[in-house]
């Protein structure tokens, strides 16, 4: 007989995990997190595969973390699928990333649109394939409506070519209405990036040890909270996600001020 069954009932009970630790919409959490999914070819290569099964094996890390996202209500997710620096890989791979790409959108949006995700794509739509620019919009037209999450996937994106973008189409502007230089501000310029309209990233992850940006989000990640992981993209999985949400949630962001939330 068990004489003392709340105290043996609490002996075995397993000790928390980061997993048990978060519960959805914790007002404390990201509203916009931003992924460098970095390390895929180093994970085939470390298993004798090809580099291309890093990438395959990187997308069902991308619903994962999609899915958890969506369910914690953190409302912004970007993901880093292809840069404009991305071109200069062997075409093979290249090409295979692309109709991964297409593949993916085309098996994946309908249930993607039940799950409440609203796609867009952040990038040039110059040097992709007719078809894959075809089906983006169709993918970003059928889900504009949901909101549960927004998932923003860079494809064919560089940061400076953003801006770049954004300048240009400023400068038009200013042929063609009075614009005062003093009414370029912050606000008004991050209306032309691809981003326009959504709150900047709060914290931007990079997977597989580099610690640098590469040329993604550079106007939007001036307050960012950054975290390097050693861990490659198609290993980080659900706890680790957990693990660097409790390490944001621990962070004192002051945004230049003296308190959080002060002024920049
Ligand atoms: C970087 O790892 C990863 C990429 C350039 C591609 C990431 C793409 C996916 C995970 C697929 C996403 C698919 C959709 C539909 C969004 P790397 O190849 O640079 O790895 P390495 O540094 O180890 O070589």
Redesign the pocket.
């Known amino acids: 007989m068990n004489l003392f069954p709340r105290l043996t009932a609490g002996l075995r009970r397993k000790k928390p995990t980061a997993t048990d630790l978060l519960q959805p919409g914790d007002p404390a959490l990201p509203q916009h997190v931003a992924i460098i ?7 085939a290569q470390s298993k004798g595969l090809p ?1 291309t099964a ?2 395959q094996a ?2 069902k890390r ?1 619903s994962q973390i999609t899915e958890e996202c969506a369910h914690l209500g953190i409302k912004y997710l970007t ?1 880093y ?2 840069s404009t620096e ?1 071109w200069q890989r062997p075409a093979e791979e290249v090409n295979f ?1 692309m109709d ?2 297409y593949q ?2 085309k098996n994946e949006t309908d249930l993607l649109c039940t799950k409440g995700v609203k796609i867009k794509f952040i990038g040039l739509p110059n040097r992709l394939d007719p078809k894959l620019l075809a089906l983006m919009e169709e993918c970003a037209a059928k889900t504009k409506d949901n909101d549960r999450i927004t998932l923003n ?1 860079a494809i064919n994106y560089g940061g400076r070519l953003e801006i770049i973008k954004a300048v240009r189409e400023l400068l038009q502007e200013a042929a063609e209405r009075t614009l005062r230089p003093e009414e370029v501000t912050p606000e008004l310029f991050a209306g032309y990036l691809f981003t326009a309209g959504q709150p900047d990233p709060d914290l931007i992850i990079r997977t ?1 040890g580099e610690q640098r940006i590469s040329n993604f989000l550079l106007w939007q990640s001036a307050y960012a909270e950054l975290f390097f992981t050693k861990t ?2 198609p290993d980080f999985d659900r706890l680790e996600f957990h693990q660097v949400l409790l390490e944001y949630k621990r962070r004192s962001r002051r945004f230049g001020g003296l308190e959080e939330g002060g002024g920049t």
Not at 37 to 43: C, Y
């Open positions: 999914m970095d390390g895929n070819g180093r994970w580099r890093g990438h990187g997308l991308v993901l699928a292809f991305n990333l991964l790409f993916t959108l996937l597989s490659l993209w």
